[in-house]
C-alpha cells in the first residue's frame, strides 16, 4: 500500500507519521518513523549505514521505487533534491541546464541570478565537463534554488568533494538557506558538517529516529568545547568509539 502524502500549505512544512518502507528481501527499513521539520528550519539526518536515512529523503521526494509501506508524508508544493552528484544535464549548458523546466519571460534571468549567487557568474554557457566537481554542485545548488523550493532535500551533496571545497560548500549552503529560508533535510555521515550546518540533528536508527537534538550553539566553531561536547554526543548515539578515531 503507498503512502498517503499531502502537500498543504499552512502547519510544518514537513509532517512524517507512522512511516513504514520495506523492500521485498530486506524487510523493514523505517518502521513506525514521525519526525517534524518547521518552515524554514535545517535538519540534518545522520544514522550508520542502512538505517534508512535515503530512504526517507526519497519517500519525502516522491521517488520511491519497488518498496511497500505506508504512514502519512505531508510535504509542501515545491521541493527540490540535490544529490551527491550534480546530475546536470551533459548535453545542455549550465544557464540551460539551471532553467530547464522553468516557464516563463523571466526564467533565463532568473537562472543567471541564481549562477551569480552560487559564484558562477560568467560561466552560463559553459557545458558541464569543464566544470570542476564543486563547480557542478554549485551549478545543481542553483538548479534547485532558482525554483524557491519550500523544502530542499539533499542527500550527501558535498560527499564527494575534497575537504577544503567542502568546507566553502557548507558556508555557501549555509548562506543560500538564511538568504532563502527553505526548509531543509540534508542527509550526512559527516558529524561535523551537520553540527556546523543544521539547527537540529536527528540520529536514525533502525528506521526510527533515535535522538532529535536542537544545535543551540553560540559559537560553531570546531574547536569550540561546547561543539566538541555534542560531536562526541552523537558518535556516541551512531555507536562510535571516538578515542579509535584519533
Ligand atoms: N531499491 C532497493 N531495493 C532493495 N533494498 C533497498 C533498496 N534501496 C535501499 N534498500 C535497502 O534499504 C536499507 C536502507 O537503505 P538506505 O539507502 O535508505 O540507507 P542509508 O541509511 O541511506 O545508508 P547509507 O548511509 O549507506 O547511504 C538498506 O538495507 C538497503 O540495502
Redesign the pocket.
Known sequence: MAADTRRLSTGPAVRVQDLHRS????GG?LNGLDLDIADGEFVALI??????????LRALAGLD???DGYGRITVPGSVSVVFQDSRLLPWKRILDNVTFGLRGAGAAQRGRQALAEVGLAGRERAWPYQLSGGEQQRASLARSLVREPRLLLAD?PFGALDALTRLRMHALLRKLCERHRPAVLL?T?DVDEAIVLADRVIV?DAGVVRSDVRVDLPDRSRSAPAFAELRAFLLDELGVDEENLR
Do not use: A
Request: charged residues 25%.
Open positions: 523492500f521485498h528481501q530486506n527499513v544514522g550508520r549505514s542502512g538505517t534508512g536515512k535515503s530512504t526517507l521505487r519497488d518498496v550527501e542527509v555521515h536514525l
